[in-house]
């Protein structure tokens, strides 16, 4: 390649210091919350950066199916004028989805926990993790 030819930003999910902060952030937060069963890291568009546990297909329909749900989320968020949509909840049976957003970045966070959790705390370290995972710019510029 030439030195004038700039290149092309690589995207996050094929970028190998994103997926390893990535990867160690998902670590750190199933050490902290035994009843994380499922957890991605995945783009706005639905690719999928990194994920514990599952299988590759379930990952990548997970990635797939949770960037539709957060764009569903800040349409409604900015529908209703209520400002920017922080986290979504999904509430079954048998356990939740919590979703949040990655600030400053294109990414997001889908964790699925068992039902032994209470929302309140699954919640504050799915927000450990998201802050976790914003360091990644603070470590690339260090």
């Keep these: ?3 004038h030819t700039p290149t092309q930003p690589v995207h996050a999910h094929k970028d190998p210091q994103v997926i390893a902060h990535a990867t160690e952030v998902l670590h750190g937060f199933a050490d902290l919350c ?3 069963r499922y957890a991605t890291i995945l783009t706005d568009d639905g690719f999928e950066v990194a994920s514990l546990s599952g299988e590759d297909n379930q990952n990548r329909r997970m990635a797939s199916m949770a960037s539709s749900m957060q764009a569903l989320g800040d349409a409604v ?3 209703l004028r209520i ?3 922080e ?3 999904i ?4 356990g939740y989805v919590i979703q949040l957003r990655v600030p400053e970045h294109m990414m997001v966070l889908a964790a699925h926990f068992d039902s032994a959790e209470t929302v309140g705390k699954a919640l504050s ?3 450990l993790a998201v802050s976790n ?3 990644l710019e603070r470590d690339r510029a260090a």
């Excluded at 509430?91 to 048998?94: D, F, I, K, N, S």
């Design 91 to 94: 509430a079954a049976e048998t």
């Design 125 to 127: 370290v799915a927000r």
């Design 83 to 85: 400002g920017g949509s």
């Design 87 to 89: 986290y979504i909840i």
């Design 77 to 79: 968020a900015r529908d």
């Design 133 to 135: 995972m914003r360091a």
């Design 1 to 3: 390649m030439n030195a």
């Design 34 to 36: 035994r009843s994380l």
